[in-house]
Nanobody
Framework: VQLQASGGGLVQPGGSLRLSCAAS????????MGWYRQAPGKQRELVAT???????RYADSVKGRFTISRDNAKNMVYLQMSSLEPEDTAVYFC?????????WGQGTLVTVSS
C-alpha cells in the first residue's frame, strides 16, 4: 500500500489550501482515512479522520476551518483548509487504516506565514 500526498505549500494567514492523498496497492475494506500533522519540536497529532460507518472527527483546533472528505471510488482523501493560521504550520501526513493495519504517507509541508 502506498500513499501519495500533495497540495502543501506556502500560504498567508487567512488563506486556504487543499491537500489530497491518493492510496494505491492491495486495498480492501478501508476502515479509516485521515490526516495528521507534526509541527517542529512537537508530537504528531490528529487533524481529521473519516471512518467508514462512523463519520468524521476533527481536532478542536481545526473545527469550523478544515473539512475532510473521501472519495471511496478513487481511494482518495482530501483536506480543505481555510482561515489558516501560523499555528497550522506543520508537515501533514496522510493516514490509511485497513483492518488493524495503519499506513502513512510521506508528508507534505504546509507553511502559513506572511
Amino acid at each position: 500500500v502506498q500513499l501519495q500526498a500533495s497540495g502543501g505549500g506556502l500560504v498567508q494567514p487567512g488563506g486556504s489550501l487543499r491537500l489530497s492523498c491518493a492510496a494505491s496497492g492491495n486495498i480492501f475494506s478501508i476502515r479509516v482515512m485521515g490526516w495528521y500533522r507534526q509541527a517542529p519540536g512537537k508530537q504528531r497529532e490528529l487533524v481529521a479522520t473519516v471512518t467508514s460507518g462512523v463519520g468524521t472527527r476533527y481536532a478542536d483546533s481545526v473545527k469550523g476551518r478544515f473539512t475532510i472528505s473521501r472519495d471511496n471510488a478513487k481511494n482518495m482523501v482530501y483536506l480543505q483548509m481555510s482561515s489558516l493560521e501560523p499555528e497550522d504550520t506543520a508537515v501533514y501526513f496522510c493516514y490509511l487504516g485497513v483492518a488493524s493495519i495503519g499506513y502513512w504517507g510521506q508528508g507534505t509541508l504546509v507553511t502559513v506565514s506572511s
